[in-house]
């Protein structure tokens, strides 16, 4: 189906559209062979709290953005390639139903659907995609991605010295190779993540003295639950959303 639709006028057309609603600030989205495979709106998990996102799935790109206007306007557009995208299923849990994270060297996080259906036909449309991009270009999946996120509410106070309680004043930090919640002390250093910046990032003292010896860092286990959680939008932080911020 794919094949047959790659130079077709009614794909082209469907393409443009999605094109100009991301006006000027876009990036170009019709090239020979891309194939726009679906469309819907998702719910984003961002570290202040869930937003609505636009997401547009070609035969070779996720494409998701900032809903303005629904089916006319978006803005804040990302551009993630399929190669280098690995996805997992997410428990449901509380008010978090029919999840599933999207994982990439550059950035990871977790979107949910309106219906358990929409989250088998999401999965399954990105898996076939992906698996019909790496069969063609004879690469492996990537193995590397980068930490989802614990959500800012998660965290009253900093997830590694587990003592300096957030405030207006002792400000919430992400460590970019672990994605815990940290305060200030305990991320004073930086330290060059190639997948993720061509400049030193904020890293916690603990990934940052694993990263310095060369040691293998241990998975993740996050204990924190995202049951009943209200996602305030209070929280003060330098690290800006990163829908709303490069940071």
């Known amino acids: 189906m794919v094949d047959r639709l790659a130079n077709s006028e009614a794909n082209s057309k469907r393409i443009a559209v999605v094109e100009a609603c991301f006006g000027t600030a876009g990036q170009p989205l019709v090239i020979p062979g891309r194939v726009l495979i679906g469309e819907g709106v998702l719910t984003k998990l961002c570290r202040k709290k869930p ?142 993540l190639p997948s993720q910046s061509s400049k030193p990032v904020r890293v916690c003292e603990f990934c940052y003295k694993q990263l310095s010896t060369g040691a293998t860092l241990p998975p993740r286990s996050d204990s924190y639950s995202l049951h009943g959680s209200e996602f305030s939008t209070n929280n003060l932080s330098d690290d800006e959303d990163e829908d709303d911020s490069s940071d």
């Not at 990439?104 to 990105?126: G, Q, R």
Request: aromatic share 10%.
């Open 51 to 192: 937003k609505a996102r636009q997401f547009f799935l070609f035969n070779d790109i996720l494409v998701y953005g900032s809903i303005v206007i629904q089916k006319k306007k978006y803005n804040r557009q990302h551009i993630i390639p399929l190669e280098f995208v690995t996805i997992d299923t997410v428990e449901d849990e509380g008010d978090l139903r029919n999840g599933w994270i999207i994982k990439t060297p550059t950035k990871s996080f977790a979107v949910y659907a309106a219906t358990a259906t929409e989250k088998s036909e999401w999965m399954s449309h990105i898996s076939k995609c992906i698996s019909d991009l790496l069969e063609k270009s004879g690469k492996s999946p990537t193995g590397e991605h980068a930490a989802v996120w614990v959500p800012d509410s998660e965290a009253s106070v900093c997830m590694r010295c587990q003592k300096v309680k957030f405030t207006p004043v002792s400000r919430r930090h992400h460590c970019r190779k672990c994605g815990f919640v940290v305060c200030g002390p305990c991320s004073e250093k930086k330290f060059l």
